[in-house]
């Protein structure tokens, strides 16, 4: 009985080490692969907030990392991407996190011009619940598009709500996801035209000096 055993526990064992084994090789050759669709995807969003007409760098390129609780939502590192137009800094996309969505943290990435111009608002995670709060997704609604164009004056009053009084439309039945969203856009705004000139003369790649 104990040879039984034994023998048994040997063959999960190795069965077990096989198995570890193969998903550590399948992870190292796709890691790569995964990387790139990673950054042709973020490539992707940033020119959607940031038309490529509107710059001749590569944005994922030219990065920085910040940390501002206060204004970004969280205690991490975000990274801001810095838009140039013949070595001249044009726009800003920077991450931002709403900590107050119904379901926990939204993540957002928006793009200003050096005019306070709002190039554009992307959702790039959520936990908002199906069929109401996740109309913060362009492939479910087109609301984030409304953003697009609106003129920032962080010296007068906010974006907000219809329900807060000001222009920016909720969703039916679901307040609470819209409301944490265009705090977040405020905060993020104010960050941004607090620290413009800082952030245009910031020299590393999200965290990497430069040589």
Not at 17 to 41: D, H, P, W, Y
Not at 62 to 68: A, E, F, G, Q, R
Not at 173 to 190: D, H
Not at 192 to 198: A, D, F, Y
Request: hydrophobic fraction near 40%.
């Amino acid at each position: 009985m104990f040879n039984i055993i034994t023998r048994n526990g040997l063959i999960l064992a190795l069965f077990a080490l096989c198995c570890t084994g193969l998903v550590a090789s399948v992870n190292f050759f796709t890691q790569e692969r995964i990387i790139e669709q990673q950054r042709k995807q973020l490539a992707g969003v940033l020119e959607q907030i940031i038309p490529t007409d509107l710059h001749d760098n590569e944005l994922t390129e030219d990065c920085i990392l910040v940390t501002n609780k206060e204004f970004l939502g969280t205690d991490e590192a975000l990274p801001v991407y810095i838009a140039k137009m013949q070595q001249q800094p044009v726009a800003i996309a920077i991450e931002a996190i709403a900590p107050d969505g119904y379901n926990g943290d939204i993540k957002i990435i928006l793009g200003v011009n050096n005019d306070n111009e709002l190039l554009g608002v992307r959702t790039l995670t959520h936990q908002e619940t199906p069929g109401l709060g996740d109309k913060i997704e362009l492939r479910k609604s087109d609301w984030v598009l409304g953003f697009s164009g609106l003129l920032i004056d962080v010296d007068a009053k906010p974006f907000a709500v219809k329900k807060d009084g000001g222009d920016i439309d909720q969703f039916t039945g679901a307040t609470i996801t819209p409301r944490a969203y265009v705090k977040a856009i405020n905060k993020a705004l104010t960050f941004v035209s607090q620290n413009r000139e800082t952030l245009y003369n910031t020299v590393n790649h999200c965290g990497r000096e430069h040589d």
